[in-house]
């Protein structure tokens, strides 16, 4: 187990495109790390420059003490598990397990003692003798993880793991990860670009956008407080409600004061917004109703304001009974308003 | 397009049947022999079985027949040459395929397409040149000189070439994070998953091998390095006496059973492999 510690990190691929442009970022021992951002972030490229299996451009890599720029990735003692498994389709699970250990000259005894106690956890030991073409994906995906874990090696990387699972067994295998991590302690880097495997896995979350990390911290915390308009939009399912600062304005005459000068835009988290009037500083926006998505628990609804350019949406508990255009007042409280400056996106100092 | 009428069914049968008939009777024709005296058959081809059958079969192994050498020495040859063009073409184009598709080196992409370009240029194409080469390397009359130049052509590396592109990268990775280095990962991962492949072009390459004719008529002056081929043409046509056709067609027809043999070996191999690597 060991901290890992990127330096400003760079990556050109073939001299032209470059993926990640000069990232610092520092993981520390047993640490779990999510990298998170939209498709072609270069979520990818950043881990699989930990893992040795594309060149640093520039730059410096530590997996613990050592600088391992110019390491193989066994040499790197990192496992990593690949979002189509990549196990080898000749080999039995035990061979799968057992290829890395026996590469490394692990003895005999210790190699069978390491894949019955992998197998064990994982709940794969009926499965060792048969190849990987006759297990479900489910079991598949644990035999990779169980490929990683044999080999305690001094972190787990993960590529979207669990994008090929469907949505009950993916949840499952998230807690798993998560379970299985605490337990042994590895610190690991995953990337995904599932808000719920984010928010949930994380102790430290970032949050990338081409190339760059826009926001490092703990989930809740990006959640609560995003630094830029691109981390409040793409945080949260459905993401902040993103308002012009003028045109609301010109809707709402009694805007809090203490949103600070240089604002372009106000961002509102959709549970934020309110039907019913609360009992704290608020200003009110008159509103149509154009559509409501029941999710269940709760119901999503988008809200029309004149003069805005996209529609509102809020959260409510429960399920809302109401029919395209009908009158609402949506209440927003002063202080759950995030300000975002103008000229940069970030957020605005209060 | 399936149609429901007799009479169009009878005609389409009965084209086939004749198409199989007009392929099968010289085949037909050469087994009757092999159960003939050639007395016998002098004096006619016979269409039924006769009782020769055994005798002939244990005469063709000492038959040694004027202008070639005797039978055994021909299959020897043969076998070897078929057997030496089919692992070498396997060994050397699995190997140059990996490197093209797993290595970056210069030239990678210019050394694939010199490769390629072989493929346009068979041996019947590149004779002349190809038999000065042999020639003045001293390989007249050799197994090198009649294997080396058919074992040099692409089909084979471009069969695995486009075999291994199909095999995802993350293999190769998983490999590599597994401390599998090139040879490992040749040797343990690539070679087994390309079971299938190899056992066809077993097939392929080795009655490839077992078929040449015009070039070991070329290399081969002495009888010694005859191969069944060409010296089944020798014993029918160098003769002044009336041939034996007895022993020939005994001959011809043995001829045909090793590649039988290969295919019937080869193919369990290749059910199993196919069923195997089916992700
Ligand atoms: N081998 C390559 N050669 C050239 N460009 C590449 C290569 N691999 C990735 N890129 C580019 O680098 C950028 C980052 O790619 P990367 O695969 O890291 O994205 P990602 O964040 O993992 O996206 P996704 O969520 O879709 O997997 C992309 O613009 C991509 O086009
Ligand atoms: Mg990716």
Redesign the interface.
């Known amino acids: 187990m060991a901290s890992i510690t990127l330096t400003s990190v760079k990556k050109t691929y073939h001299g032209n495109v470059t993926a990640i442009h000069g990232l610092d970022l520092s993981i520390e021992d047993g640490e779990f790390v999510v990298l998170v951002g939209p498709s072609g972030c270069g979520k990818s490229t950043l881990l699989r420059m930990i ?3 594309e060149t640093i451009t520039t730059g410096e890599v530590r997996i613990g003490n050592t600088v391992v720029n110019r390491l ?3 040499e790197r003692d ?3 598990v ?3 498994y ?5 080999m039995s699970v035990r061979g799968n397990l057992e ?2 250990l026996k ?2 000259g692990t003895p005999r005894p210790e190699i069978d003692r390491r894949v019955l106690e992998a197998a064990r956890i994982l709940e794969i030991e009926p499965f060792l003798d048969r ?3 006759q297990l479900s994906g489910g079991q598949r995906q644990r035999v990779a993880m169980g ?1 990683a874990i044999v ?1 305690q090696p001094k972190a787990f990387l993960f590529d979207e793991p669990l994008s090929n699972l469907d949505a009950k067994l993916r949840g499952q295998m998230r807690v798993e990860i998560r379970r299985l991590q605490r337990t042994l302690g590895t610190t690991s880097v995953y990337v995904t670009h599932d808000q719920l495997e984010a928010m949930t896995l994380a102790d430290k979350l970032v949050v990338m956008n081409a190339g760059v990390i826009e926001q490092i911290g703990r989930p809740l915390d990006i959640y609560a407080d995003p630094q830029s308009l691109f981390v409040a939009a793409f945080m949260g399912s459905p993401g902040m409600n993103l308002v012009d600062i003028e045109r609301l304005r010109g809707l709402v005459a009694d805007l809090p004061a203490s949103i600070p000068s240089g604002t372009g835009t106000i961002g509102i988290r959709p549970e934020d917004i309110a039907l019913d009037e609360p009992a704290t500083p608020h200003f009110t926006i008159s509103a149509t109703l154009e559509a409501v998505e029941l999710v269940g628990s709760e119901s999503l609804i988008y809200a029309n304001a004149q003069g805005l350019s996209e529609d509102v949406v809020l959260r409510s508990q429960g399920i809302h009974r109401g029919n395209p255009g009908d009158p609402l007042t949506l209440h927003i409280r002063h202080e759950v308003l995030h300000s975002f400056l103008r000229e940069t996106g970030r957020k605005a100092a209060a | 397009m399936v149609e429901n009428r007799p009479f169009l069914s009878i005609l389409t049968h009965a084209v086939l049947i004749a198409g199989v008939i007009i392929v099968a009777f010289p085949v037909y024709v050469a087994i009757i022999a092999m159960t003939h005296t050639d007395v016998t058959l002098n004096s006619g081809a016979p269409l039924l079985p006769g009782g020769e059958l055994v005798a002939n079969l244990i005469a063709v192994w000492t038959f040694d027949p004027p202008g070639a050498p005797p039978f055994w020495l021909m299959v020897w040859n043969s076998t070897l040459m078929a057997l030496i063009i089919m692992i070498g073409k396997i060994v050397i184009s699995i190997v140059s395929a990996y490197a093209i598709v797993y290595f970056r080196f210069p030239f990678r992409t210019l050394a694939f397409w010199v490769i390629f370009i072989t493929l346009m240029l068979p041996v019947e194409v590149r004779i002349i040149p190809t038999y000065e080469v042999v020639a003045n390397l001293g390989m007249l009359n050799s197994y090198a000189g009649l294997t080396v130049p058919l074992i040099a052509s692409a089909t084979a590396t471009f069969l695995f070439r486009q075999f291994f592109m199909t095999i995802p990268d993350e293999m190769m990775e998983a490999a590599r994070v597994d401390g599998a280095g090139p040879l490992k990962f040749f040797r343990d991962i690539l070679l087994p998953l390309s079971r299938t492949n190899i056992a066809a072009l077993c097939i392929i390459l080795f009655i490839y091998g077992w078929v040449q004719y015009l070039w070991p008529l070329l290399v081969t002056t002495r009888e010694e390095h005859f191969t069944l081929m060409m010296g089944v043409r020798q014993m029918a046509g160098a003769q002044k006496v009336d041939p034996q056709w007895n022993i020939i067609m005994t001959a011809v027809v043995l001829a045909m059973l090793p590649p039988v043999v290969i295919v019937i070996a080869m193919q369990r191999l290749f059910v199993k492999g196919l069923v195997e690597t089916e992700k």
Do not use: T
């Not at chain 1, 990549?86 to 000749?90: D, E, G, N, T």
């Open positions: 893992a040795g299996l193989e990735p066994a990192i496992a990593m690949f979002q189509n990549a196990l080898y389709p000749h290829y890395g590469n490394r190849k990987p073409r490929r080999r």
